[in-house]
């Protein structure tokens, strides 16, 4: 998926603007005895209280050090794409053999969010969730431990990780009216259409709030699709949490 999805950015900027530069910073969360790194896009024109999207990669990136890559055509690819991006971008690195569902991996994401908001200032109304492939599996695990959380949600070709029971209404029932925008490919042969399908369905049926997206003919490769998707950033941005009483 890695090579594709560098493909995928390069055509796509290829006919955008030019790039207004930022910065890739790597940060540590400690959860218990443990050190995770994850990495921060950082725009150029940050402004003040900028919003947060976490990024969550699908398998073929778990491991150590950063899933971005440090250098060569990838790195420039990806850098050129999210320097487009008015936000910082969050982008934690699951580990080897382990989910997002894993409970130090969700720990691990929640401590690296509270501190990017922390160091930077960012706006806690604008934190923005979105995953692809196992990632998005993993946006409902993390959403649906701190419900509320999150002013929006985007996942993208994943499904429920709760493997028995009530596997989509548990979840639907947590994430409640947040905003969801779901996408998958029809003809998807990793993970099942039937996943993202029978989410929307749950998530309807409490009255969530979701837009689907699903493309006949396309396969595991739907992020083509979204990255394309002109709607999606007004959309996500768009969304911010209501004041606290």
Request: aromatic share 8%; hydrophobic share 40%; proline share 6%.
């Amino acid at each position: 998926m890695g090579n594709a999805i560098w493909s995928t950015l390069g055509g796509l900027i290829s006919a955008a603007a030019p790039s207004k530069g930022g910065s890739l910073e790597t940060r540590t969360a400690r959860v218990g005895s443990a050190e995770y790194s994850y990495q921060v896009h950082v725009p150029a024109d940050i402004g003040s209280s900028p919003p947060v999207i976490v990024f969550l990669h699908g398998i073929g990136h778990r491991g150590t050090g950063g899933f971005l890559p440090r250098s060569g055509a990838s790195n420039t690819l990806m850098r050129r794409y999210l320097s487009r991006v008015p936000a910082l971008i969050l982008l934690p690195q699951c580990s080897e053999g382990v989910y997002w569902s894993n409970r130090s991996m969700d720990e691990m994401v929640a401590t690296a969010l509270a501190q990017t908001e922390d160091e930077f200032k960012a706006d806690s109304a604008r934190l923005y969730l979105t995953g692809i492939s196992m990632g998005g599996y993993g946006v409902w695990s993390v959403a649906g431990r701190r419900p509320g959380r999150f002013a929006a949600i985007v996942s993208v070709c994943g499904g429920s990780p709760i493997r028995a029971g009530e596997r989509f209404k548990r979840i639907a029932e947590k994430i409640g009216k947040t905003p969801v925008w779901i996408f998958h490919g029809a003809d998807d042969q990793i993970v099942p259409v039937t996943e993202s399908r029978q989410m929307v369905a749950a998530l309807e049926g409490v009255g969530g709030n979701v837009k689907y997206s699903e493309y006949p003919g396309v396969g595991h490769s739907v992020w083509a699709r979204v990255l394309a998707e002109r709607k999606l950033m007004p959309w996500l941005f768009s969304q911010r949490l209501a004041p606290k009483p």
